[in-house]
């Protein structure tokens, strides 16, 4: 009979207030004989939080080691000691260690269990008064702006709503690109200190909301942003020639702009074309 293997347990902590921990983790933290922490100082203040006495052996899991360390702990799971993975806030894995983690237990046939409480994601979805019925979790946008404005302009068209996480100092120069990619219109809420005592929700137009940032912000903050509403379809041909001329003041080639519109409206290129040289030959009359 060969070793039972452990069980990676993966256990969401409180992102403000320690008394939103369930009686599972605190159960959890007492009992684990190994437990991979972001933050091992900050493991110990919520033990001590939750009058929790630590036995097990304790080490550091953040972004920097995650990889070594996740073959460290299989090594532990595969040897039959359970592992239990606790973040600075909310559920590992997300936007946290623990993703890689998952995949090389799962691939080693290793249970895999969670122990569910506070999320950042859906508590800001919730208290943003935006759309939930449909949404995604897009983490932190990239530092750098051509890398962020790439990807805005992948999510312009994305119809569900969004939840980005942003950094305090980063926060005013991130809203200013989610204005310009989807205007300054689309609706918006920077959510800050969520559970704690300032908690605070700011809801508006985009441009509001990154003008109201440039002063600064301090905190923890979520960010959730109204997905694209929907696209009207053309197909009138006097409409289809408009929009076509519209990109080719922007300085797109007719060819393409032809092209660029028959697709967004799924009509044929010919169809676009002729209704071109129909507007072409009735200006000319």
């Given at each position: 009979?060969?070793l039972v293997k452990?069980?990676?347990i993966?256990a969401?902590?409180?992102?403000g207030r320690v008394?939103?921990?369930?009686?599972?983790?605190?159960?959890?933290?007492a009992?684990?004989?190994i437990i991979a922490?972001?933050?091992?100082?900050?493991?110990?203040?919520?033990?001590?939080?939750?009058?929790?006495t630590l036995?097990a052996r304790?080490?550091?899991?953040?972004?920097?080691n995650?990889r070594?360390r996740?073959?460290?702990?299989?090594?532990?799971l595969?040897?039959?000691?359970?592992?239990l993975v606790?973040?600075?806030?909310?559920?590992?894995?997300?936007s946290?260690?623990?993703?890689?983690l998952?995949v090389?237990?799962?691939?080693?046939d290793?249970?895999v269990?969670?122990?569910?409480?506070?999320s950042?994601?859906t508590?800001?979805?919730?208290?943003?008064g935006?759309?939930?019925?449909?949404?995604?979790?897009?983490?932190?946008?990239?530092?750098?702006?051509g890398?962020r404005a790439?990807?805005?302009?992948?999510?312009a068209?994305?119809?569900?709503?969004m939840?980005?996480?942003?950094a305090?100092?980063?926060l005013?120069?991130?809203l200013?690109?989610?204005?310009?990619?989807f205007?300054?219109?689309?609706p918006?809420a920077?959510c800050?200190e969520?559970?704690?005592?300032?908690e605070?929700?700011?809801?508006?137009?985009?441009g509001?909301?990154a003008?109201?940032?440039?002063?600064?912000v301090?905190?923890e903050?979520?960010?959730?942003?109204?997905?694209?509403?929907?696209?009207t379809?053309?197909?009138e041909?006097a409409d289809l020639?408009a929009?076509?001329a519209?990109?080719e003041?922007?300085?797109?080639?007719?060819?393409?702009?032809i092209?660029?519109?028959?697709?967004e409206?799924n009509?044929?290129?010919k169809?676009v074309?002729?209704?071109?040289?129909?507007a072409k030959?009735?200006?000319?009359?």
């Amino acid at each position: 009979m060969g070793l039972v293997k452990g069980t990676l347990i993966l256990a969401a902590a409180p992102i403000g207030r320690v008394d939103d921990a369930s009686p599972r983790l605190t159960r959890a933290l007492a009992d684990a004989p190994i437990i991979a922490a972001e933050d091992t100082r900050r493991l110990r203040r919520l033990a001590a939080d939750l009058d929790v006495t630590l036995s097990a052996r304790i080490v550091s899991y953040y972004d920097q080691n995650e990889r070594s360390r996740a073959t460290e702990l299989l090594q532990d799971l595969l040897e039959g000691r359970d592992v239990l993975v606790v973040t600075d806030a909310g559920m590992p894995g997300v936007s946290d260690p623990g993703y890689r983690l998952v995949v090389e237990a799962v691939a080693a046939d290793v249970r895999v269990t969670v122990l569910p409480g506070p999320s950042a994601v859906t508590t800001a979805l919730v208290l943003s008064g935006l759309p939930t019925d449909r949404f995604c979790f897009e983490g932190f946008l990239p530092r750098k702006p051509g890398e962020r404005a790439a990807r805005l302009a992948d999510l312009a068209a994305e119809p569900r709503t969004m939840v980005f996480f942003e950094a305090p100092h980063r926060l005013a120069a991130s809203l200013e690109a989610l204005a310009e990619a989807f205007g300054e219109e689309r609706p918006a809420a920077v959510c800050r200190e969520l559970t704690k005592t300032y908690e605070e929700v700011k809801r508006g137009p985009l441009g509001d909301l990154a003008g109201w940032a440039a002063d600064g912000v301090k905190g923890e903050i979520t960010v959730v942003v109204a997905g694209a509403p929907p696209r009207t379809t053309l197909t009138e041909p006097a409409d289809l020639a408009a929009a076509v001329a519209e990109r080719e003041r922007a300085g797109i080639p007719r060819k393409d702009a032809i092209t660029e519109i028959a697709k967004e409206n799924n009509v044929p290129k010919k169809v676009v074309y002729s209704a071109v040289l129909d507007a072409k030959g009735a200006a000319g009359r």
